[in-house]
């Protein structure tokens, strides 16, 4: 297993030895993707990383509150 950016790569062994990514700590099966290879699991966490930084930027900026939760930003980075 290896840690990255406060998100957990590893090979999940019951989901076809997938690369799963998750943050760390959390164990619901709904809030992990799975990927082919590491380098696309570390392109992925990078994609959520950045569009939530840019999430708290906006917040920080404007006040304000976006209507776009985690659920969603994972929808996005995995193409649903």
Do not use: P
């Amino acid at each position: 297993m290896e840690n990255y950016k406060g998100y957990e790569l590893f090979i999940d062994a019951a989901y076809y030895d997938m690369i799963c990514v998750r943050k760390v700590g959390d164990t619901d099966f709904n809030d992990t993707i799975h990927v082919s290879t590491l380098q696309e699991a570390i392109e992925t966490v990078d994609e959520i990383t950045a569009l939530t930084d840019y999430m708290d930027w906006y917040k920080n900026k404007y006040g304000g509150v976006i209507m776009l939760s985690d659920y969603w930003i994972k929808e996005f980075v995995s193409g649903r």
